[in-house]
């Protein structure tokens, strides 16, 4: 490798400790890469695209590293925008960013501006805007909100060309010819189209829906990049149009006995129309010392938080609606209380107990089904189902997640001295994937696709799966940007480190 042929203003590393640090992100694979690249502009971002391509190195964007399917890694070249692109452009009604700003930096000062951008996951202090982009990232407010695709209006961003490409202005003439022809191929396909619509709303791979939504070019490849964790192209700058601030109106906890009784409430309640509304199941109020979610309780199974900013009307409504079923505990909690704040640092500290619960006992937290995505109404049943796999395989399991679409952060604690240690992995994830099936539900969930899902999206799609296919073809023939977390047929335990950290 000629480091002399990249002519940066930005920083190069090749030194083992850079290369082993990232190596890593919050997933549980680990691949060392070439090299570390950290751009100061975007020109640097062209020679880097135009050095690999020379050099036969593999390309992979990173911005806050903070991924769980190990789509931030890779062998090739990283590039990482943390360090340098991470700044606001603007702030205001249309906002414009820069990839390695961390989103919770962003969430501060659209606050100051009382603008909001509701698509915020609770790694909001560690991920940055370019990774939410890549993975189309949802929080708890996606439930109202949407995810971020619906509020980034164009995307500025390098092709693995090396050519700038603004999607607000004219495509090059091959992406504009090449995405009409997989439209129109695509309209035509009703079989095809059922396949997609019957999954549901947050589930990954390429946004094939994009094709039925936009009829500008620009829009479609935009909203295509959106989730496609950087096999499509390198994006520098992300416009978005944040919505006026919307304060809560007062929240409510409840604590159930039945799952039935929870999906009951949950579908009944999402017809209020909540910001959010969010789930925890009886193990995490055993690991969360908190002061919301800690009820000792053997009788209950899942907790559930319905937060309101449309009115305190609603919030009334939605409490006579769960006062109707077998509940341990309702609590109705003030907008701006210090029970308010309590709750959402209680719901922000279920991955980290959790983690330390595996660290005291030496257990493995693997992320490999913890992004399922399922229709509202089957939450009890898939969750009933992977609790009788887990029980016949001898694995504990927690869930949390987000009731509101239909998204279950499932994680089964592994451990690390057992004999079939692979093997059992491969299992879990398998056998939760056929469970998911029976529902129409999808491992490739809300944080998108990437080594520990994707295997999945050929069998899930069927026939559709050959339109991921062209899309990667048009944007990237050469596969040099970030190979191995779409399309790889690499069993999930490929790559994976299974060190307790």
Same mark, same amino acid.
């Given at each position: 490798? %000629?480091?002399?042929?990249?002519?940066?203003?930005?920083?190069?590393?090749? %030194?083992? +400790?850079?290369?082993?640090?990232?190596?890593?992100?919050?997933?549980? =694979?680990?691949?060392?890469?070439?090299?570390? &690249?950290?751009?100061?502009?975007?020109?640097?971002?062209?020679?880097?695209?135009?050095?690999?391509?020379?050099?036969? @190195?593999?390309?992979? !964007?990173?911005?806050?590293?903070? %991924?769980?399917?190990?789509?931030?890694?890779?062998?090739?070249?990283?590039?990482?925008?943390?360090? #340098?692109?991470?700044?606001?452009?603007?702030?205001?009604?249309?906002?414009?960013?820069?990839?390695?700003?961390?989103?919770?930096?962003?969430?501060?000062?659209?606050?100051?501006?009382?603008?909001?951008?509701?698509?915020?996951?609770?790694?909001? !202090?560690?991920?940055?805007?370019?990774?939410?982009?890549?993975?189309?990232?949802?929080?708890?407010?996606?439930?109202?909100?949407?995810?971020?695709?619906?509020?980034?209006?164009?995307?500025?961003?390098?092709?693995?060309?090396?050519?700038?490409?603004?999607?607000?202005?004219?495509?090059?003439?091959?992406?504009?010819?090449?995405?009409?022809?997989?439209?129109?191929? =695509?309209?035509?396909?009703?079989?095809?189209?059922?396949? &997609?619509?019957?999954?549901?709303?947050?589930?990954?791979?390429?946004?094939?829906?994009?094709?039925?939504?936009?009829?500008?070019?620009?829009?479609?490849?935009?909203?295509?990049?959106?989730?496609?964790?950087?096999?499509?192209?390198?994006?520098?700058?992300?416009?978005?149009?944040?919505?006026?601030?919307?304060?809560?109106?007062?929240?409510?906890?409840?604590?159930?006995?039945?799952?039935?009784?929870?999906?009951?409430?949950?579908?009944?309640?999402?017809? @209020?129309?909540?910001?959010?509304?969010?789930?925890?199941?009886?193990?995490?109020?055993?690991? &969360?010392?908190?002061?919301?979610?800690?009820?000792?309780?053997?009788?209950?199974?899942?907790? @559930?938080?319905?937060?309101?900013?449309?009115?305190?009307?609603? &919030?009334?409504?939605?409490?006579?609606?769960?006062?109707?079923?077998?509940?341990?505990?309702?609590?109705?909690?003030?907008?701006?209380?210090?029970?308010?704040?309590?709750?959402?640092?209680?719901?922000?500290?279920?991955?980290?107990?959790?983690?330390?619960?595996?660290?005291?006992?030496?257990?493995?937290?693997?992320?490999?089904?913890?992004?399922?995505?399922?229709?509202?109404?089957?939450?009890?049943?898939?969750?009933?189902?992977?609790?009788?796999?887990?029980?016949?395989?001898?694995?504990?399991?927690?869930?949390?997640? #987000?009731?509101?679409?239909?998204?279950?952060?499932?994680?089964?604690?592994?451990?690390?001295? #057992?004999?079939?240690?692979?093997? +059992?992995?491969?299992?879990?994830?398998?056998?939760?994937?056929?469970?998911?099936?029976?529902?129409?539900?999808?491992?490739?969930?809300?944080?998108?696709?990437?080594?520990?899902?994707?295997?999945?999206?050929?069998?899930?799609?069927?026939?559709?799966?050959?339109?991921?296919?062209?899309?990667?073809?048009?944007?990237?023939?050469?596969?040099?940007?970030?190979?191995?977390?779409?399309?790889?047929?690499?069993?999930?335990?490929? #790559?994976? %480190?299974?060190?307790?950290?």
């Amino acid at each position: 490798m %000629d480091l002399s042929l990249l002519d940066i203003t930005g920083d190069c590393h090749s %030194d083992p +400790q850079t290369l082993e640090k990232f190596s890593r992100d919050m997933s549980a =694979y680990r691949i060392v890469p070439a090299l570390v &690249v950290e751009p100061k502009t975007e020109e640097d971002v062209i020679k880097t695209v135009q050095f690999t391509g020379k050099e036969g @190195l593999s390309i992979v !964007p990173r911005s806050g590293g903070s %991924d769980l399917s190990g789509a931030s890694i890779g062998p090739g070249v990283i590039l990482n925008f943390k360090k #340098h692109l991470n700044q606001p452009l603007v702030v205001d009604q249309e906002t414009i960013v820069q990839p390695g700003m961390i989103l919770a930096d962003l969430v501060k000062q659209l606050s100051d501006h009382s603008l909001m951008l509701p698509a915020i996951p609770s790694s909001n !202090p560690i991920c940055a805007l370019g990774g939410n982009v890549g993975t189309r990232a949802v929080g708890p407010k996606t439930a109202k909100y949407g995810t971020i695709d619906a509020f980034v209006t164009s995307l500025r961003f390098v092709t693995a060309r090396g050519e700038v490409v603004d999607t607000n202005r004219s495509l090059p003439e091959y992406l504009e010819t090449g995405l009409r022809k997989i439209q129109q191929a =695509y309209l035509a396909d009703e079989a095809g189209r059922a396949i &997609v619509a019957r999954r549901p709303h947050i589930a990954g791979g390429y946004n094939l829906k994009a094709f039925e939504q936009y009829d500008q070019m620009g829009e479609l490849a935009a909203h295509l990049l959106i989730g496609s964790v950087g096999t499509l192209g390198i994006v520098t700058e992300i416009r978005l149009k944040p919505i006026e601030l919307r304060a809560s109106k007062g929240t409510l906890v409840a604590h159930f006995r039945d799952y039935d009784e929870f999906t009951e409430a949950s579908l009944r309640l999402k017809e @209020l129309d909540p910001a959010a509304l969010e789930y925890s199941d009886a193990s995490c109020c055993r690991h &969360v010392d908190g002061t919301i979610l800690n009820l000792e309780d053997p009788d209950i199974v899942a907790t @559930l938080v319905a937060e309101f900013d449309d009115s305190a009307e609603k &919030v009334q409504t939605g409490r006579e609606i769960i006062a109707g079923y077998d509940i341990a505990r309702l609590w109705e909690i003030n907008a701006g209380s210090p029970e308010e704040a309590a709750l959402w640092q209680d719901r922000r500290r279920i991955q980290p107990s959790l983690l330390k619960y595996c660290r005291e006992h030496n257990l493995l937290l693997l992320p490999i089904i913890d992004d399922i995505t399922i229709h509202v109404k089957d939450f009890g049943p898939v969750v009933r189902d992977l609790e009788d796999l887990m029980r016949r395989l001898g694995i504990e399991i927690s869930f949390y997640g #987000h009731a509101g679409f239909g998204s279950i952060h499932a994680r089964p604690y592994f451990d690390p001295s #057992h004999e079939n240690l692979k093997e +059992q992995i491969e299992t879990v994830s398998r056998e939760s994937f056929k469970i998911l099936q029976n529902y129409h539900g999808t491992l490739v969930g809300e944080h998108n696709a990437g080594r520990s899902r994707s295997i999945y999206l050929r069998e899930e799609l069927g026939t559709a799966f050959a339109y991921l296919q062209e899309i990667k073809q048009l944007f990237d023939p050469d596969d040099i940007l970030n190979p191995g977390t779409l399309f790889s047929n690499d069993p999930i335990s490929t #790559h994976m %480190d299974f060190t307790v950290r």
